[in-house]
């Protein structure tokens, strides 16, 4: 049974840090790809970063790219958004994903597995 489970949200102060965490489960962690979305009040869900797990490369939405920074721990079978210099329309629901496919598929959201989420507030 593959399981997502995301951690760290919370409350900050705009020009804040964050880091969130995915704990994964139940996957052939090789084959996926490992991502970030994040789906803001009355707006459709973004990508915002993915990270292969076998090689580790990384790609971002653009408008995260200097700002946030995604990361995997092996070992711990954990990936890691962190996030800094928050502004107030980063608040959202931020949600891990596993899937297999290419760069285009897995920043349109075509994934396997989701997590439930993790609200991030950011306060101006």
């Known amino acids: 049974q593959v399981q997502l489970v995301e951690s760290g949200g919370g409350l900050v102060q705009a020009g804040g840090s964050l880091r969130l965490s995915c704990a994964a489960s139940?996957?052939?962690?090789?084959?996926?790809?490992l991502a970030w979305f994040r789906q803001a009040p009355g707006r459709e869900r973004e990508f915002v970063a993915a990270i292969t797990w076998s090689g580790g490369n990384t790609y971002y939405a653009d408008s995260m790219k200097g700002r946030f920074t995604i990361s995997r721990d092996s070992a711990k079978k954990t990936v890691y958004l962190q996030m800094s210099s928050l502004k107030s329309e980063d608040t959202a629901v931020y949600s891990c994903?596993?899937?297999?496919?290419?760069?285009?598929?897995?920043?349109?959201?075509?994934?396997?597995?989701w997590g439930k989420g993790a609200l991030v507030t950011v306060s101006s």
């Open positions: 139940g996957l052939t962690f090789s084959y996926y790809t």
């Open positions: 994903a596993a899937g297999i496919g290419t760069t285009a598929a897995i920043t349109m959201g075509q994934m396997h597995y």
